[in-house]
Every structure is written in C-alpha cells, then in structure tokens.
C-alpha cells in the first residue's frame, strides 16, 4: 500500500474510533436497546392471550430487534431509494412496522401467533417508540440532528468514493471550495412580529445571531399582492407582475387560476422564467411555489412531484425510525393541540376568531411534516454542496391564518422553525461548502374579523345585491360589439365573477376579452361601483377611468398625477399606497375591479374577504412587512428593498459576491435577447420553456 494511502486508511480510522464518537455510539444504542425493551414489554402487556415469559425473553426478543433491523433496514433504504416518489412513502411508511414484525415473527418464545396479531403488536410498537423517544428528547431536535448527520456522513462518503479518493476529515470543506447560501424563507411572518419575538428572548437561533452581531435584520416591503406567489415570483424570477393575487381570471381562455395548484403553477412558470432564476446556477429548490431555474427541484408546487429515486434525504427520512414515524405520532398530537387551543379561543370569547375545525386539522399536522422533509432534503443538499438553495417553510403562516399572527399558538410555531434554523446550524460542519444562511419571508400577515362576520354576508353576496342583474340578462350593446371580436371564447362562469385573495379582491366582467373601463361597467352595473365604494368594509375601489382610480367613500384618488378629491381614501394604507397600486394596475389579468377591505386606523385591522383570522394579499397592517435576516457584513446595495423584485436583485449580487453566479449582467441580457428571438420565431402552440431556452410544447390545458 503506498505511504499516502496508508497514512489516509489510519487517519480515517483514529476519526472512526475517536472517544466522542465511541461514547455517542454507545449511548444511541443504549438508549435503542431501552426503548425497544420498555415498548416490547408493555406492547405484549397490552396483547391478549399472551402468555408471560421472563425478562430474559424479552431481553432476547431486543437482539432479534436490534440485528432484523441491521438487515432489513438497508435493504428497505433500497428499496425506498429504488421506488422513487411514491413509493417511498408507501414504504416509508411501513419500514418500521416491518423490521418489528419480522422479530416478532422469528421470535423463539413464539409469544404472537399469526400475522394478524403480529402485525398489530409490531405497529402498536412502534407508535410506542415514537411516544417515548419525543418524551425523551423533551422537545428537543438532538435525535433528528443526528439522524442527518449520519445521512450527511453516508453522502459525503459515498462522494469520495465515486470521485476515487478519501476524505481525510468529514468536518470542513475541501480547501478552495466557494462557500454556499442557503436562503430560508418563514412564510407569512412580518417584521414587526419576529422582532417582537426575538426582544421577549423566544427565538433564541435568530436572537444569538443577532445579538452576537453576525446577522442584521431589516424590513422590506411587499407592495400588492402581498402573497407567496406573487412574493416567489419575484424573488426566484424578478417577475412579480405576472401574478395579479393568489387567484385571478383570465379573460382570454376563461380559466380561473389558483397559483398553489400544481397544474396552475406548471403554466405559470413558463412564463416567469427567462433562464435568469435566482437557483439557475446549480440551486435547488425545495417546497416552493416555483423553481427560480434550479437544477434540481424538490416538492416544488410547479414540478408537482415528489423527491424521485436521486433524493436520499426523502428516503432516509422516509425509512429512519426518527424519520415519518416520529412525524405521524407528533402530527397526531397536533391534532389535539389544535382541538385544544381552539376550544380555549372560544371559552375566552377570544375575537376575531374563526372556525378552526375541517381541512385545518389536516392541514397542521401535514405542515409539521413537511417542515421535517424539508430539513432533511436540505441536510442532504448541502452533504452534497448546493452551491444555493431555496426552501420555504410554512408552518407559521398556516397556523396564523386561523389562530391569528400574533396569538400564543402561531408563536408556537415560530419558535420550532427558529429551532429548525438551529438544527441547520448544528448539520453545517458536516456539509460539503461552510454555507452562509440567510432568513427571509414572503409577506406578513394582518389579522382581523372576516367581512362575513363584520357584515352578515360574504362579498360575493354584496356584490350580487350592488349588481342586481340577473346572470341570464340580455347582453348591453357595447357588451355585443365587444364580445364579437374573432377567437373570444364564451365563458361558462358567471358574468359577474369576484375572486378573492385575503382581503383583496378582484372583481371580472367575464363577457368581455378586455379589461373594460368605468364606463361599460356603470353601463353594464350602474350601481356597483357607488354602492361598493361606499360600503363599510370596503375601503378602496380601482377601476380604470382615463386611467386608474382609487374611489373611497368621501373622495377619490387619481393614481397617474396623485390628484385627489375630497378625502384621499389612501391615507389608511400608508405611504406606499399610490405606487403599490400603480404598479399592481400593470399586472398581466387585473380584475376590471380591484377591491381592498377597509383598515382600522386605531388597530391596523383589515376583513379578509376570505374566512381567515390572519390574511394576506392586500394593503393594510402588517402584511406588506417582510423581513430579511443576514450576515452583518454583507450590504444592501438595493435603496428601498420595495418588492420582491428588488429582494431578487439583492440576493443576486449577494450570489455573484459569492462566485455563485456564473454569468455577468451582460451575458444574461444576451441570453435574454436570444430567447425573446426565439419566442418571436415559435409557431402558435408551442412556448418557450425560459429556463432551458429551447422550444417545448406548450403545457397549457
């Protein structure tokens, strides 16, 4: 063996044999031989007609645990691994469950009959061991940090391994290698709130880095619409103004658009991506809306897939005993947890309030669950050495939605994303680049009663009564000259169609191609607009009258020159009002009507059109207040930090200062150029896919 390798074989094997390693291996599996001894004992106190043995039985039946798991496990990694998407959660889900049938099957004493009963006791188990390994971890992350580094480990020797060499150390990166970024994004929580919570000390990740000075924390603003989409768009593509709201019609091909619907978001993002992404340079995306031209795209909502056979961070997690099993208990629990501390709102008379029953109590315990995916699939991510990636976690943001965003369960949930960030912190010495990280959201949220609640019917109803045109109505005469128009298809949605996006609204009139002006609409609906402008719960009315304008209750504003008659209805908005509508005029499939709730002035509160305790879309209060958290001595380059265009800019720089961009300003305008070229050239049905800059057939259907 030559000297080189020789000293490499020794130096890997004092790391393997190494005092705090041997110590740490022998607890876990103390503490693995324990609970399976406590959970076996009780699980076959629990099954009828089993006859009792001694303890040395059961001792015995802990080694057949221990070594079908030694075998099995790997060979359903495999099997995971080999399955894919689906089938590794199908087999996730059942890893456990097997390895402790198959030892109760082989078990000598033959204690359980059958596989029936087997079956039972295996999966009774290792419910048990999830139970008693939370309870033991006192909700802590330890068990989860070291379950991803043992993944984190594998990857990076498996790497060596295929690159025909050894890691001398799996502890500091390669010398030379550009550092990485990783940008997290807490959905839905403002700046106003995460400040609050780091001064009361309960964000204690965010609050040290803080505190130490090694990360500033600075607001931006939103602008309209204040929503993931439309936020994602501009971060990951700086194309914000392709996404007028959450939902929106589209007049041309009589589509009503959803952006968090896979189908949806896969002919949405075509036409964001210009192969200038945020992630195009090898970045990863994992649980967004959209890619941002990332070379690999995990349970991102415009792929619409599940992590495929190459993503072992999904198969780990699915096949780990602290992986799916400790989630589905704990997702459980959250069931509970929400009965509970909904029951408590409503024997507090806590207002506003809302219904937190039905799909939420799904939707909770699937947002904890994803949370976990999606720190495993970073953990591996940056095993591998990302040189970018992009995660989005949501848990905050769904909670507050029915809870409200400052109420003591939504800070639940943002003080376990702040422990998430510590779990990120504890895996990077085990990553293959030393990664900056950088803490941002999407939007905040407002909270208050819903318009339905303030006001006895919902808006769609108010806007009926405002209409008062029967659906089946003969068509107005410039309603007729403007529906003829070669290729206008007839739509079979109501001719009056509101949309709602949080409190903002848009409002269609679904028989004509074009967005029309006030004009044809006081034509069409005289009294809609007066009737809606001066509605309590509806503050700002937009509609285009020789340009936009902002109709209120005593007064009008003209958004072109700022001209302002009576009282200007933006005053409760704040100082970003006119340009945040100006710019949301220009959108692609603006309503004919855009509608915001009202805005108490004393409370901030704002009515979401939607039955939402906490919401997001419009103007008014915190949910055009985003934060973004990073390294102190990093600058912002960017004046305002005014919409999630600008955030795209910024991070940008932030990449290319890394040596993470591949590609100069100039370059990419060339390439830019050349895909308009090809777009140009591109015969009807076929679009450019922008990320690829090739011609593909067209997704839309």
């Known amino acids: 063996m030559p000297v080189p390798a020789a000293r490499n074989r020794r130096a890997e094997l004092r790391a393997l044999f190494a005092w705090p390693r041997v110590i740490d291996r022998a607890r876990a599996v103390f503490r693995s031989a324990l609970t399976t001894f406590v959970v076996l004992t009780f699980t076959l106190w ?122 001398l150390t799996l502890r500091r990166p390669a010398p030379g290698t550009e550092p990485g970024l990783l940008i997290v994004q807490l959905d839905g929580v403002s700046e106003p709130v995460l400040r609050w919570a780091v001064r009361a000390g309960n964000l204690p990740t965010i609050g040290r880095w803080l505190r130490s000075g090694t990360h500033a924390m600075r607001g931006w603003h939103t602008g309209l619409p204040s929503t993931t989409p439309a936020a994602q768009a501009g971060i990951l593509h700086g194309a914000s103004r392709q996404i007028p709201a959450f939902r929106w019609y589209e007049k041309a091909t009589g589509r009503l658009m959803v952006s968090n619907r896979p189908r949806d978001a896969a002919i949405i993002e075509p036409r964001l991506s210009d192969g200038r992404g945020l992630l195009r340079d090898g970045g990863v995306s994992i649980g967004n809306a959209f890619s941002g031209d990332a070379a690999i795209s995990l349970l991102t909502v415009s792929h619409a897939a599940l992590p495929g056979r190459s993503a072992r961070g999904w198969a780990a997690f699915m096949a780990s005993p602290f992986g799916f099993t400790r989630a589905l208990v704990l997702g459980v629990g959250e069931v509970f947890t929400e009965l509970h501390q909904a029951r408590l709102q409503r024997r507090r008379n806590l207002q506003p309030r809302v219904s937190r029953s039905g799909a939420f109590l799904a939707l909770r315990p699937a947002s904890m669950l994803l949370r976990d995916v999606n720190v495993s699939l970073i953990a591996e991510q ?201 710019r949301h005029q220009e959108a692609e499939h603006i309503g004919d009507l855009v509608l915001i709730s009202s805005v108490d002035p004393v409370t901030d509160e704002v009515a979401a059109f939607e039955e939402l305790v906490g919401s997001h879309g419009g103007l008014g209060g915190w949910q055009t207040d985003a ?49 308009l070229e090809l777009a140009d050239l591109a015969p009807r049905g076929v679009q450019r896919d922008g990320a690829a800059a090739r011609l593909s057939p067209s997704r839309d259907g």
Request: net charge negative.
């Open 382 to 582: 940056m095993a591998r050495g990302a040189p970018a990636v992009y995660c989005d976690l949501v848990d905050y943001d769904e909670v507050a939605h029915h809870a409200g965003p400052a109420r003591p369960e939504s800070m639940r949930q943002l003080e376990s994303l702040d422990r998430m960030l510590g779990v990120i912190e504890r895996l990077e010495p085990e990553a293959a680049r030393e990664y900056q990280i950088v803490v941002l959201s999407d939007h905040g949220q407002s909270q208050g009663a819903t318009f339905r609640q303030r006001h006895g019917e919902t808006l769609e109803q108010t806007v009926a009564r405002f209409s008062a045109c029967p659906a089946d109505a003969p068509s107005t005469p410039a309603e007729s000259e403007a529906t003829a128009e070669p290729g206008f298809p007839p739509s079979p949605i109501a001719p009056l169609l509101v949309v709602s996006s949080g409190n903002l609204a848009l409002v269609y009139l679904t028989r004509y191609p074009r967005r029309v002006d006030r004009a044809a609409i006081d034509q069409e609906y005289p009294q809609l607009i007066p009737g809606l402008a001066g509605h309590p719960g509806i503050g700002l009315v937009i509609v285009d009258d020789g340009g936009p304008v902002v109709i209120g209750a005593a007064g009008s504003h003209r958004l072109a020159d700022g001209t302002v008659q009576g009282v200007d209805p933006l005053l409760p908005y704040g100082p970003h009002a006119r340009e945040d509508l100006l």
């Open 46 to 167: 629990l099954m009828p007609g089993v006859r009792s043995t001694d303890v040395v039985d059961t001792l015995g039946l802990v080694l057949l645990v221990a070594a079908v798991g030694a075998v099995l496990r790997p060979l359903l990694l495999a099997g995971v691994v080999a399955l894919g998407g689906w089938g590794a959660m199908l087999l996730g889900v059942t890893a456990q469950v097997i390895v402790m049938a198959v030892a109760l099957e082989l078990d000598p004493s033959k204690r359980l009959s059958g596989w029936p009963t087997v079956g039972v006791a295996a999966l009774l188990a290792v419910v048990c061991a999830a139970i008693l390994d939370w309870m033991a971890d006192s909700g802590t992350e330890d068990t989860f940090v070291k379950e991803a580094r043992r993944l984190m480990r594998g990857i990076r020797r498996r790497q060596a391994r295929q690159n025909g060499g050894r890691l």
């Open 627 to 675: 934060m973004l958290v990073h390294p102190a001595e990093w600058q912002i380059t960017q004046a305002d930090l005014v919409g999630p265009d600008a955030v795209h800019r910024q991070l940008v720089e932030w990449l290319a200062m890394l040596g993470l961009r591949t590609r100069t300003a100039a370059q990419d305008e060339l390439v830019a150029g050349a895909a």
